[in-house]
């Protein structure tokens, strides 16, 4: 019953039941209602999809909201005598909420940014490096030679030191899966503050990269319903920033053209 009454409520609004001439208008005031959502964007209803998807790094999604999310009010705030200044002071709300979770990222990555671990690269055997050094010389010795061959209108031989010179680069790809990996390092998303190890996992032979702490890969984490939910609260932070600056600039010209026309 509860849950019928909260759609109808969200879809007709709470008056639904009232006459036109019995209705005040004005149910978009009502302290049950969202103002966050009526300004164009609820990032606490947004709430459902930011997850935390390994549970290594302590950050807290904003509470989901429970006040009403009613297209119904939110048309009747459009058509309010007021709505410019109902409309200025709900968005005014919004940007202070989204200013504060936006602030609480930013404080959070700087904590992590502090634990993340470098990026290590552990020295090349010896014997190692030396057949390295040798086919990397034969490699490009063999694509220079490809190039003047080339120029030389000898197709054939060209043909012939490309193949060489894959050959070697073969080799060297080999002979690098051979080669002690390292760590690829940590970095910090900059929207939602989460500690990432460099890369994606392909790059890796083994899962023992997962530092402490770290959430994922970099490429599996951008594409998380945790780092969406952050952009999308990030981008609408910046429209509504972008919104309200143009808005006051209009105003503040409005005055300006007052004042010269009062003055003349």
């Known amino acids: 019953m ?3 009454k909260a759609l109808l409520d969200s879809l007709m609004g709470p008056s639904r039941n009232l006459s036109a001439n019995e209705r005040s208008g004005e149910d978009f005031k009502r302290p049950d209602v969202c103002k966050h959502y009526l300004a164009g964007f609820c990032p606490e209803a947004h709430a459902s999809s930011i997850e935390i998807d390994r549970g290594k790094v302590e950050i807290t999604p904003p509470e989901r909201c429970t006040k009403l999310h009613s297209k119904a009010l939110k048309a009747e705030l459009e058509k ?3 709505f410019e200044k109902y409309k200025r002071e709900y968005e005014g709300l919004l940007l202070t909420r989204l200013e ?3 602030t609480e990222a930013l404080a959070r990555a ?3 940014r502090r634990r993340c671990r470098p990026k290590e690269t ?3 055997p010896e014997a190692t490096k030396l057949k390295w ?3 990397e010389e034969e490699r490009k010795k063999m694509a220079a030679e490809a190039e003047e061959k080339e120029k030389a209108g000898d197709a054939p031989g060209s043909l012939e030191s490309k193949r060489l010179a894959q050959r070697c680069q073969a080799h060297l790809a080999a002979l690098e899966q051979n080669v002690p990996q390292g760590f690829p390092g940590e970095e910090v998303c900059k929207y939602c503050g989460f500690r990432m190890i460099v890369g994606g996992p392909k790059q890796a032979r083994s899962s023992e990269h997962l530092g402490e702490g770290a959430a994922a890969w970099e490429e599996e984490h951008v594409n998380t319903k945790c780092h969406l939910g952050f952009v999308e609260i ?3 932070l910046e429209r509504l920033r972008e919104s309200i600056r143009a808005r006051r600039e209009i105003e503040s010209d ?3 053209a007052g004042r010269r026309a009062a003055g003349r």
């Open 122 to 124: 552990p020295p090349m």
């Open 100 to 102: 504060d979770i936006a």
């Open 80 to 82: 309010h005598p007021q």
């Open 234 to 236: 990030h981008e609408r």
């Open 110 to 112: 700087a904590v992590e």
């Open 2 to 4: 509860n849950k019928a």
């Open 254 to 256: 409005k005055v300006d």
């Open 133 to 135: 050094d040798a086919l």
